[in-house]
C-alpha cells in the first residue's frame, strides 16, 4: 500500500485546508485510514480515523467539531477537511493505513508511535497566528 498526502500549505489562523491522502495497493478500500500529525520537537499524535465502510469514525479531542475526516473508496482517497486552524495546528500531516482489513477506526488510534501501519509522505500544515 503507497500513501501520499497533499494539500498542506500556509494560512492564517481561522482558517481552512482541505488535505488529501491518495492510496494505492492491495485492498485499499478496506482499512481503516488514520490522519495524525507531528509538531517540531514532539511526538507524532493521533488527529482522526475512519473505518473501511466510513461509518466509525474518531477524532482526538482537540480537532472535535473543526475537522472532519471522510474517506471515497472509488477514488481510493481519504479527506481531511480542517477548518479554524490554529497556531497549534501547526505540524507535518501524514496519512496511515490499517495493515489488516475490515478493522474498526478505534485501531489506528494507537498507531502514532509505531511502524504497525503503512506511512505516507507528510504534507506540511502551517498555521500563522
Known amino acids: 500500500v503507497q500513501l501520499q498526502a497533499s494539500g498542506g500549505g500556509l494560512v492564517q489562523a481561522g482558517g481552512s485546508l482541505r488535505l488529501s491522502c491518495a492510496a494505492s495497493?492491495?485492498?485499499?478500500?478496506?482499512?481503516?485510514m488514520g490522519w495524525f500529525r507531528q509538531a517540531p520537537g514532539k511526538e507524532r499524535e493521533f488527529v482522526a480515523a475512519?473505518?473501511?465502510?466510513?461509518?466509525?469514525?474518531y477524532y482526538t479531542d482537540s480537532v472535535k467539531g473543526r475537522f472532519t475526516i471522510s474517506r471515497d473508496n472509488v477514488r481510493d482517497t481519504v479527506l481531511l477537511q480542517t477548518n479554524s486552524l490554529k497556531p497549534e495546528d501547526t505540524a507535518v500531516y501524514y496519512c496511515?493505513?490499517?495493515?489488516?482489513?475490515?478493522?474498526?477506526?478505534?485501531?489506528?488510534?494507537?498507531?502514532?508511535?509505531?511502524?504497525?501501519?503503512?506511512w505516507g509522505q507528510g504534507t506540511q500544515v502551517t498555521v500563522s497566528s
Open positions: 475512519i473505518d473501511w465502510s466510513g461509518n466509525d469514525i
Open positions: 495497493g492491495r485492498a485499499v478500500g478496506r482499512r481503516a
Open positions: 496511515a493505513a490499517d495493515l489488516e482489513q475490515w478493522r474498526s477506526a478505534q485501531r489506528m488510534r494507537d498507531k502514532a508511535s509505531t511502524q504497525e501501519a503503512y
